[in-house]
């Protein structure tokens, strides 16, 4: 007898400088791009795997490279924003916000024509209750989804008591769904145990937990909805420079970080995998 429930899950990847990160904005300046690469090597894989994915582009990074983001879109992955600079929401404000949107709307469509854009992530998934009036301007944009949320409070982000599931999402209040929302959320994936959260869909938790755990985790979730992985090109380069950092930044931003790609591979061959918008369907 065939499996019962096998979700098709979301695969996104950040198209960010390593040097956009949160961790490294304050203590080094801006020098030579290493987005080309890295991004390459992902797109290699994906084709490997025949997987289709959702690429949350930074602004500045497809004004910079406009034949990186047209190799992207022939290769048939899904374009969406990750706005302009890579600027947390609560420091730009709503009309800072509205102007990035724009701004990067224009910049995409530049290189790529009249596309629809429907997806949004807020960098340093900077969107919570504090700063849920990005919900309203996305709406007025006619973005389709966001994938902003983190479920699980830590050091540099998260909002705890937010739905696990994909929801729709209203400005009053991010923890609750309403199903007549236009927007939908979908929440980075998180294993929930009694009511403890762990986080384990990418970045540094995907460099941090053991892949065999982290396969376990991710096929229980698969029983009940889809999951969705993130995952940086700068995670991805052997030639990511080594800047001094303090030590817990240095331990999230280099920890374990040759084993993204192949961990990247052992998700490919045991997991379904596409682009957010086929997922939700929108």
């Excluded at 479920?151 to 199903?179: F, Q, R």
């Excluded at 970045?203 to 940086?232: A, D, E, S, V």
């Amino acid at each position: 007898m065939g499996k019962l429930f096998e979700p098709v899950n979301a695969l996104s990847i950040d198209l960010e400088e390593w040097y956009q990160t949160e961790l490294m904005k304050d203590v080094y300046t801006p020098k030579d791009s290493l987005i080309e690469h890295p991004t390459e090597i992902l797109l290699n894989i994906l084709n490997k795997y025949n997987t289709r994915a959702t690429f949350f582009i930074v602004g500045e990074v497809a004004k910079n490279n406009p034949e990186l983001i047209k190799l992207i879109h022939r290769e048939k992955h899904e374009i969406a924003i990750h706005g302009f600079t890579h600027s947390r929401l609560e420091d730009i404000g709503p009309e800072g916000f509205r102007h990035e949107l724009m701004e990067c709307k224009n910049v995409l469509r530049k290189i790529l024509g009249d596309i629809e854009i429907k997806g949004f992530r807020a960098p340093s998934f900077s969107l919570n209750q504090n700063t849920n009036w990005a919900i309203d301007i996305l709406k007025e944009f006619q973005i389709k989804y966001d994938s902003s949320l983190f479920p699980a409070k830590n050091y540099l982000y998260g909002t705890n008591g937010i739905p696990l599931n994909i929801y729709g999402i209203n400005s009053d209040n991010i923890k609750v769904a309403d199903v007549k929302s236009s927007l939908k959320e979908f929440p980075i994936t998180a294993f929930e145990f009694w009511r403890f959260r762990f986080p384990i869909s990418g970045g540094f938790f995907l460099r941090l937990i053991p892949i065999r755990i982290q396969t376990m985790f991710l096929k229980l979730i698969n029983k009940q909805r889809p999951f969705i992985i993130y995952i940086h090109p700068w995670e991805c380069s052997q030639d990511t420079p080594k800047i001094k950092l303090n030590c817990f930044s240095s331990f999230i931003f280099y920890y374990n970080i040759k084993s993204s790609l192949s961990k990247l591979e052992i998700l490919l061959k045991n997991f379904k995998f596409d682009r957010i918008d086929n997922v939700l369907g929108v």
